[in-house]
Nanobody, 129 residues
Framework: QVQLVESGGGSVQAGGSLRLSCAAS????????MAWFRQAPGMEREGVAF????????DYAGSVKGRFTISRDDASNSVYLQMNSLKPEDTAVYYC??????????????????????WGRGTQVTVSS
């Protein structure tokens, strides 16, 4: 079973950039759809970005579209989230998640936490104004 470990979080000023990494072990990422989620204090976990098995399709939450980019490198068993033009409202713990690829997976489920059954422990991102 795949284990996921996030890294790359930290503290930045508004307008800055961070690149998060998610490293997998125990199984290859090649068969999984992958996503990034975030959770701010007192808030529900929300989907940020999705990338399909093979990388041919991505999806983003409206609040990050145009600022964040998800990518994957299956050869190195890693998924990335490049975050640019960061805002204070991006402050949260960011989680990497995986689910087995299935044909016909509805696009409406891509950014729902309940669609995923493998999670990392998260990395903190803090954006100051």
């Amino acid at each position: 079973q795949v284990q996921l470990v996030e890294s790359g979080g930290g503290s930045v000023q508004a307008g800055g950039s961070l690149r998060l990494s998610c490293a997998a072990s125990g199984d290859g990422l090649g068969r999984y759809n992958m996503a990034w989620f975030r959770q701010a204090p007192g808030m529900e976990r929300e989907g940020v970005a999705f990338i399909i098995r093979g990388g041919g399709s991505t999806d983003y939450a409206g609040s990050v579209k145009g600022r964040f980019t998800i990518s994957r490198d299956d050869a190195s068993n890693s998924v990335y989230l490049q975050m640019n033009s960061l805002k204070p409202e991006d402050t949260a713990v960011y989680y990497c998640a995986a689910r087995d690829f299935i044909y016909g997976f509805p696009s409406t489920l891509r950014l729902l936490p309940s669609s995923y059954n493998r999670w990392g422990r998260g990395t903190q991102v803090t954006v100051s104004s």
